[in-house]
């Protein structure tokens, strides 16, 4: 087998399977992207991120010398808008600064919670 663990290579996909996808590699050897590893979405229909004949970039995650097939991953390959929004979320939330408790305006909540309370009981029939 001529590719490493880690390796980034093109292939061609062959067939598509409710599991996965097959890949023809470049050096004519044989992969499979599992399902879960297509995308970081959810993913109910291989087809709809890969189709035959499609030429694609995957990363080998896994070599089963054993049956001459290469574990492949899409996902770890292309990064998605989804990964990229939880990158900006969490770099964003560092920047924000949080109001002091003396600085709060609790004036709504103090002039309404003894009538809510009210409600409530009135609402749900206790007294």
Same mark, same amino acid.
């Given at each position: !087998?001529?590719?490493?663990?880690?390796?980034?290579?093109? +292939?061609?996909?062959?067939?598509?399977?409710?599991? +996965?996808?097959?890949?023809?590699?470049?050096?004519?050897?044989?992969?499979?992207?599992?399902?879960?590893?297509?995308?970081?979405?959810?993913? *109910?229909?291989?087809?709809?991120?890969?189709?035959?004949?499609?030429?694609?970039?995957?990363?080998?995650?896994?070599?089963?010398?054993? *049956?001459? &097939?290469?574990?492949?991953? &899409?996902?770890?390959?292309?990064?998605?808008? $989804?990964?990229?929004? $939880?990158? !900006?979320?969490?770099?964003?939330?560092?920047? $924000?600064? *949080?109001?002091?408790?003396?600085?709060?305006?609790?004036?709504?909540?103090?002039?309404? &919670?003894?009538?809510?309370?009210?409600?409530? *009981?009135?609402?749900?029939? $206790?007294?």
């Amino acid at each position: !087998m001529e590719y490493h663990v880690g390796d980034i290579v093109s +292939g061609e996909v062959t067939g598509i399977q409710s599991y +996965g996808a097959f890949i023809k590699l470049s050096n004519g050897e044989q992969g499979l992207i599992h399902i879960s590893e297509i995308s970081t979405y959810f993913v *109910k229909n291989v087809s709809s991120f890969v189709q035959v004949g499609q030429i694609i970039k995957v990363k080998i995650i896994d070599i089963l010398e054993d *049956k001459q &097939l290469y574990r492949l991953s &899409l996902k770890q390959v292309t990064p998605t808008l $989804r990964q990229n929004v $939880r990158q !900006m979320k969490s770099s964003n939330s560092k920047k $924000r600064s *949080k109001i002091p408790l003396d600085q709060q305006d609790y004036t709504p909540l103090k002039n309404n &919670l003894a009538k809510w309370i009210e409600e409530g *009981k009135t609402k749900y029939g $206790r007294s």
